[in-house]
């Protein structure tokens, strides 16, 4: 059974940085593309970031540069280090995973990040 817990939400004040982690169960997660995903209240999931097996990482363009994803093996846990938030990524953020598998979809419960004064 495939499981993404994603403690580390919270309310941060703009400008300010927060990290989120999501430990994973149930895959190998060292083969495993991972990935985050946000979406706002009233509109659709948008892929942040994403990181493969091979450690190259993607970004959204309004994420470059301030939003760093990484993942220790070891620990079977990918993090998202966010900088510079902006009140309009006010979002609930979602781990994801292909668990390994092409076409695989996994999800995490996901985390309420606020991003206000």
């Known amino acids: 059974q495939v499981q993404l817990v994603e403690p580390g939400g919270g309310l941060v004040q703009p400008g300010g940085s927060l990290r989120l982690s999501c430990a994973a169960s149930?895959?190998?997660?060292?083969?495993?593309?991972m990935g985050w995903y946000h979406q706002a209240p009233g509109k659709e999931r948008e892929l942040v970031a994403r990181?493969?097996?091979?450690?190259?990482?993607y970004y959204a363009g309004s994420v470059k540069g301030r939003f760093t994803i990484s993942r220790d093996n070891a620990k079977n846990t990918v993090y998202l280090q966010m900088n510079s938030l902006k009140p309009e990524e006010t979002a609930v953020y979602y781990c994801?995973?292909?668990?390994?598998?092409?076409?695989?979809?996994?999800w995490g419960q996901g985390t309420q990040v606020t991003v206000s004064s």
């Open positions: 994801y995973t292909n668990g390994g598998t092409p076409g695989g979809e996994y």
């Open positions: 990181i493969t097996r091979g450690y190259g990482t």
């Open positions: 149930g895959i190998v997660f060292s083969i495993s593309s």
